[in-house]
């Protein structure tokens, strides 16, 4: 007796939606949006409904980047669902690493000092990410990131733990009442001094299908306050830097404008230079964000959380100070 052919997975093709977005999702990334909306659907597939402009918010493309408003209409192209696929979850392994790097919690909001090589989201070839595997070890949790740092970058990661608290830290970014400190090694001897680069940024552009941010008169505005605060010689100094705007690459690419690229950038960097400091250490992309410092919106309470140094960073340090000590060599 022949064998029945197994049956296919039940699927269900959704049909094309349009929906408008009310007050308490407002100021959400249009790409947060999609993802909770298409809960089965892949984060690539997601991404790919974007860049082909499958998603229309008031009949316009948009970018993964762009803020939802109240009163938006998004059009929602039709997607095949797999309705008995079970969600994948984050290994044991990270969700145990990213509740670790939690440094301060309370009931309205989360920090973390991010470890480097850990995304904040899944995406681009990654399945999950910092806000993954908070959200499968918090499922009771609504929890949303207030901000992004790149893949690479350590340090302080703000997420909210209600919608209200989102929003209104999101409003308090845009109005610039948050203040994100980071440190960072530069090429060559800083001889700028403190140094205010107000250099408007193109964050659309893409090369080989990757983001390239570059300066550009119509780009958006953009403000990095440097600091110089140790030298090395005439290899690398170490910065301060405050970013009252928060553009995408924002600080890689306004040091590299300045003539003193971040060490260890390899899109926007100097490669004999990045070459050079591997002899001290230096494995991946120097930035480290600092500190996050606000004032509560409504009650004025002032907050502030900060990360040291990691151990691979101050590691370099301590290996340019060293030799930046060493007595010169007698002819």
Known sequence: MNEK??????????????????AEQAGQRIDNFLIRHFKNVPRSRVYRML?????????????????????????LPPVRLDVSAQPARPSGSLMELIERAVIHEDRHLLVLNKPAGVAVHGGSGLSFGVIEALRASRPRENLELVHRLDRD?????????????LTALHALIREGGMHKTY???????????SKRIDAPLDT??????????????????SVSLFKPV???GPLATLM??????GRTHQIRVHASFAGHPVLGDDKYGDRERNAELKAFGLKRIFLHAHSLAFDWPGSGVPFHASAPLPEDLAA???????VRRRPPRRR
């Open 5 to 22: 052919p197994a049956a296919a997975p039940p699927a269900v093709r959704t049909a094309i939606e349009v929906r408008a977005i009310a």
């Open 240 to 245: 301060e830097v405050d970013i009252p705007t």
């Open 51 to 75: 860049r082909k402009g499958e998603v229309r918010v008031n009949r316009k493309r948009v970018d993964a980047e762009y803020r939802l408003a109240e009163g938006d209409e998004v059009r």
């Open 153 to 165: 970058t350590s340090g302080c990661l703000a997420v909210a733990r209600d919608r209200a608290t």
């Open 183 to 193: 440190m960072t090694l530069v090429a060559g001897s800083w001889q700028l001094g």
């Open 204 to 221: 659309a552009t893409r090369r080989h299908g990757e983001r390239h941010v570059r300066v550009a008169t119509a780009g958006k505005q």
């Open 316 to 322: 370099v340090l301590d290996a340019l100070g060293t």
């Open 230 to 232: 140790q030298f090395f």
